[in-house]
């Protein structure tokens, strides 16, 4: 596996080249919309060309980005005069997309960015920085280390980016690194109370509506060590959700005191039940419970996608936590 | 008005007695029982004898805190032998609660230390800070400025403070300052993941329930502008809640996109109603609605007690909102 490149080693390439497509990962959050901003608006300020693409385009919820008018749905065709293929925030290649892996197939050169661990280093030049808890802060010290201009678009997706990426720096993965990055970037004028209003306070009141909607169908089990609710398609069209509504709620469940496996169930359309699992206790993996179902994660968060029907796929899966809870 | 303490004369204070009594404003919240912690074990720490009371005692939400078992009832006779009070994040002496202010009646010297720009200087000494986002914070800044002991309860006590106070550093009275003591507590060890779980990731399962039960009698006005829900006694004693359950549910209305102003009514024993206000808007200053029932507090966050029924006090200050709406 080769070495991390240094910040000097990706300054070189930023400085032969002078034409970049950057990209995230599909279904992309604030981590990867905002660093895609960050680096991009960076390089175009420092004289290059610039095209910033995702297969799943912009989430309405991270239009208030100045500078997110930017972010492109893939064209069809290779682009052909590009040099520089950047995937930011992407553990896998092809969780870039296959629309956006085919408008950079013509790059001569890769440069993968990324706080993942798992991230098998697919680029030609590669930074993976497990340590740092988003992108986005990588990012900063990249920009900050090698005197690129920061523009202030940039500056607002970077602390975007990495306030979503540790709950608004309360994760464990926070360091002091976080904070002092967060206080120069209010030096650089930064405007936290605005930049998180918009990230934060400004939820579609069918969000309100999804959230009572959940409420009312939540049990627990497990003797009060599991906590599910549900979200059918009824409630979904009547409510006229949108995908990005449920982001996060499945914290408000995992958060009751005794609760430590919280379990969202989604019925899809075509029949199929998404599952997404939380665990608060590290002797249940979740992504060894979801493996059992196809599915998989991480230790503490893991989904399923699996057939229906709703009532058949939470008993199985309701089964299988309970089975997993230590001194069952 | 006399004129801001500078931490040197406080510091005197600290240096001249040795007994202190430090009390905060009824029913605590993060940074008034943090502040009292903050100072109370830093003070005890210099070799001083502490007595850190409260009229509401130690809510159950912060029992995690390290040391907040010294947090304790005001003994119903006046502490003789104390030389100093201390309130701490207190904007008006009554809120000290009738208890706390009869056994510290004998104190010699009374300081005053809050972040509330209504603070009426009601100390022999104050300093009063309204540009810091929490009292915590102020703390941080005068124990570290007299080179007090920071024992390892006082830091935590500190962060929770703070994060508590600005919505976890998103607030825009949250400066480069605040970050900048974040990463300053991480250096000095703060656990930042275990103490954020512990402040937000563990809350009773009734918390869920007021949650549910709030957010079904949740109803919008003024053009979708102004977003409330209600807390009845009997919703409140069928839940058997407490009164630190509520706390900070508010800001899911306040959440809701194009509304400006979100509002907490709840009835209290004995017919009166608490109000509690949230603006969104600059041009709305939520303490000079709420001043027009008696009620008081920040720009942005500002409450009432009036007289019930819920019904009654529920028209007559939304007809005040209303009225104070940009255009209204």
Chains 1, 2 share one sequence.
Not at 107 to 118: G, Q, R, T
Not at 185 to 201: A, E, F, H, P, W
Request: net charge negative; charged share 25%; proline share 5%.
């Amino acid at each position: 596996m080769p070495e991390n490149a240094s910040y000097q080693q990706i300054g070189e390439i930023f400085a032969r080249y002078d034409s970049f497509v950057i990209m995230s990962h599909v279904r992309p959050d604030g981590d990867a919309i905002g660093s895609q901003l960050a680096l991009g608006l960076a390089l175009e300020a420092a004289g290059n060309r610039v095209r910033m693409i995702n297969d799943d385009g912009l989430p309405d919820n991270l239009r208030f980005l100045p500078g997110s008018d930017r972010i492109e749905l893939p064209p069809t065709e290779p682009l052909e005069d590009y040099e520089v293929a950047i995937a930011l925030d992407t553990a896998t290649k092809p969780r870039l997309g296959e629309a956006s892996l085919n408008a950079a197939s013509k790059a001569k050169v890769w440069l993968n960015i990324d706080h993942h661990k798992s991230n098998p280093r697919y680029g030609d030049v590669n930074h993976i920085d497990s340590s740092s808890p988003a992108t986005g802060e990588i990012l900063y010290k990249l920009i900050t280390a090698l005197n690129l201009p920061l523009p202030d678009a940039s500056r607002d997706a970077i602390y975007v980016a990495v306030s979503t990426d540790t709950g608004s720096f309360q994760y464990p993965s926070t360091t002091a690194d976080t904070y002092l990055m967060a206080a120069d970037l209010i030096k650089r004028g930064l405007d936290v109370g605005k930049m998180n209003s918009q990230t934060y306070d400004s939820h579609p009141y069918r969000r309100v509506e999804l959230t009572r909607a959940l409420l009312n169908t939540l049990e627990l089990t497990g003797g009060g060590r599991v906590a599910h609710w549900e979200l059918t398609l009824a409630t979904r069209d009547s409510l006229g959700l949108k995908p990005e509504d449920s982001e996060g709620l499945i914290d408000m469940i995992r958060a009751i005191e005794g609760v430590t496996v919280a379990l969202f169930f989604e019925e899809l359309d075509g029949g199929k039940i998404r599952v997404s699992m939380r665990s608060k206790d590290p002797r249940i993996d979740a992504s060894d419970v979801c493996g059992q179902f196809g599915g998989g994660g991480h230790a503490l968060a893991a989904g399923i996608r699996m057939a229906g029907p709703l009532a058949e796929a939470k008993q199985q899966v309701l089964a299988a936590v309970c089975a997993a809870l230590p001194g069952a």
